[in-house]
């Protein structure tokens, strides 16, 4: 899997070179703090974990190929995972906790700029994780084994930009990610895929 996630990142690499390539414009740049919703899918599952509730920071660059499109390409500290699961003690009576599954996300993103000031965007795109950390709130148990390296879905997001000066904006986004590969390691039941909304507010320069 992670052979998989370098060569994501080469093809994503390879496709922002292109673009760049195509014709001068102009880079932006943005950085900013983010809440996160976010919770697990058992795919042909009738029960389904409760949302987590936590943070993520974001930066991210963006190619400007016109002044309605360009490439926008993130990189995010992302705080996923679910709450009110079950875990086992060493006794094997099971404990209420929740999953903290941390991950360095690359969403690469197609972003179309419209409106009558261009302020409003809305970005689409693949995009892939790398975990991190994973372990339960209750005992702290490091839980990494039992999930995959890597996670790969598709990112969604809209929002709108506010002219601070000449140089700097505020902007604020919505967006989501919708997981297409099983997060569980060596899984025999119902796959599991991330999903996760995110609302975030920031500075572009």
Known sequence: MMKKFYLFILVSFLIFQ?????????????FGPGLNI?????????LQPDPSVSFNIT?????????????KAKLIFDKKGLSNAAISEENS?????????????LPIMASWHFGSRKNWFLNLGPYAGYLIQAKD????????????????????????KFNLSSFT??????DSQFGVT??????????????RYGFNIGILF
Do not use: C, M, P
């Open 18 to 30: 292109k673009g760049v390539s195509q014709e001068k414009s102009d880079f932006e740049f943005g």
């Open 38 to 46: 976010s919770s697990v899918i058992l795919q042909n599952s009738f």
């Open 59 to 71: 930066g991210s660059a963006e190619y400007y190929l016109s002044k309605n499109w360009g490439i």
């Open 93 to 105: 009576n099971f404990v209420e906790t929740d999953i903290k599954l941390n991950y360095l996300t």
């Open 137 to 160: 709130s209750t005992l702290e148990t490091d839980l990494k084994e039992a999930f995959e390296s890597t996670d790969f879905g598709v990112s969604l997001g809209i929002g709108i």
């Open 169 to 174: 904006k505020v902007y604020v986004e919505y």
């Open 182 to 195: 099983d997060i569980i390691n060596n899984n025999t039941g119902n796959s599991g895929r991330n999903i």
